[in-house]
């Protein structure tokens, strides 16, 4: 179940609550019975290891340039199709 961060708009009381996403949300301090605020804050993301995009950094991996001129060939063929059945 995911948590989430409120705070008291009266009071700032800070708190974290665990809701399952059907719950409804808390409007009510329980400090003061002030309104309550929903917090969202940024999610830290972070890929550790090494296998992550591993491929894309290898020395095979430059050749990528030959599959460029690969992929210019090929519209030259389609031109050649393209007028071959005008």
Do not use: W
Not at 8 to 23: G, I, V
């Amino acid at each position: 179940m995911p948590t989430y961060a409120y705070a008291c708009k009266q009071c700032a009381h800070r708190f974290e609550a665990t809701q399952s996403f059907s719950d409804a949300t808390l409007t009510i301090c329980p400090e003061c019975g002030g309104p309550l605020r929903k917090e969202y804050g940024s999610i830290g993301v972070t890929f550790n290891g090494a296998g992550f995009y591993r491929t894309d950094s290898r020395a095979g991996a430059k050749s990528s340039g030959s599959s460029e001129s690969s992929s210019s060939s090929a519209p030259a063929k389609t031109e050649s199709s393209s007028s071959s059945t005008s």
